[in-house]
């Protein structure tokens, strides 16, 4: 198994400004990926994380907007840039192991809010 | 089309009922599939794979219709702790890693 730990765990932030959000697995992880949870929706994946080497982004969602690095196997950052109150939401990392394929492990989330 | 389709509920069902969600994926060349459980302000965590020949956990049993595309969760005598939303979730192609999430079933299991 993974223990994911994220910080913060919550901010309230003015529009305009940046937030960077890290993560921190416990066990090295084959992949991971940022997730976002819209306030009662589910989730949305945003990107993989890739080690040394720029995400792997999903439709809608580009680097400019929301880079992320992924230094080393265990540690990984998303950036929410120029926030708008559409960006308001829970951020959750995510990884999998290579002991334990079928399972992908959440972080306890980043509540943001933007005003 | 929604990838993964989901009854959003709530489900409000007495201690001790039996409850099943449905779950319906667009693309059929997934190939894994899962039920998370997602607890009020909670990540999600895993409750079960879904396996084509099915699988149970105890109260819990999944089953799988590729031909359908159909997913199901079956709580045998419910608890109030089962009370949660439920996750349907498709791995979103043939790498079996990037997965795509229903929106979720509300299950509120009362006294």
């Known amino acids: 198994s993974a223990v994911i730990s994220q910080k913060p765990s919550r901010d309230i932030c003015q529009r305009g400004t940046s937030l960077t959000i890290q993560c921190q697995v416990d066990s090295q992880v084959t992949m991971m990926f940022w997730y976002r949870q819209q306030p009662g929706q589910s989730l949305t994946l945003i990107a993989t994380a890739n080690q040394g080497s720029e995400a792997t982004y999903e439709s809608g969602f580009v680097i400019d907007k929301f880079p992320i690095s992924r230094p080393n196997l265990t540690f990984s950052t998303l950036t929410v840039s120029n926030m708008s109150p559409e960006d308001s939401s829970i951020y959750l990392c995510s990884g999998i192991t290579s002991g334990d394929t079928d399972t992908q492990y959440f972080g306890p989330g980043t509540r943001l809010t933007v005003l | 089309r929604k990838e993964v389709e989901q009854d959003p509920g709530p489900f409000n069902v007495p201690e001790g009922a039996t409850v099943a969600f449905n779950c319906t994926y667009s693309?059929?060349?997934?190939?894994?599939f899962f039920w998370y459980r997602q607890d009020c302000r909670k990540e999600p965590k895993l409750l079960m794979s879904?396996?084509?020949s099915g699988n149970e956990d105890g109260r819990f049993t999944a089953q799988l219709n590729r031909a359908s595309q159909y997913i199901s969760l079956l709580i045998r005598d419910s608890k109030l702790s089962d009370s949660a939303t439920y996750l349907c979730v498709v791995n979103k192609d043939n790498a079996g890693n990037m997965l795509t999430f229903g929106g979720g079933t509300r299950l509120m299991v009362k006294p």
């Open positions: 879904v396996y084509s």
């Open positions: 693309n059929s060349a997934s190939q894994s």
